[in-house]
């Protein structure tokens, strides 16, 4: 996304940043192999719960809304609520947030190191910013915000503040 300001309703703006991320990481010279176990998608389990900027939920919030969904599904086994009781499967997964192409699977193959993936954090923190966005908080939490159209100053896919500093990658 150019560093420059969008004041508007700039939702291609939000979901291209986001979409490039990702593109961005599976290009990582990094091996790492998604089996989809979706072991790490018991957060119980594992006591781990991915977080998410205000760009990644809106994203994957309407990935779940293009399947007609608005709302979470609770999950008395604390699984995370976009795990499909029925599939067993991620129902967003070509759209599945950062921490969860990255985090703790070790069958995938570990977590990335921090410094492997600094510059797209910082990106995805910077779409959050330019959102008026709250930072990264638990998946729940910032899916069911953005479900709810409060991810974003109660604005969802506006950037409420131009696109915050320039760090030197284009
Ligand atoms: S969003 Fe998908 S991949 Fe991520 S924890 Fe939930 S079910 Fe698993």
Redesign the pocket.
Known sequence: MPRTSRSLCDRDAIFSEVRAVYQELEQRPVERDCLRR?E??QFKLTGKT?YLTAGEALYAADALRAQGKTRLEEKADGS?P??DARTGR?Q??ES??FS?RTHFCAAAGGPYSRKEVIDLIRRLEDVDHAMGGPGAQT?PVAIKEALAGSAVSGRPGVLSKPMPRDRGRR
Do not use: V
């Open positions: 979706t790490c998608c991915p995370c976009l795990l991620c967003i997964y599945r947030p969860c998946l």
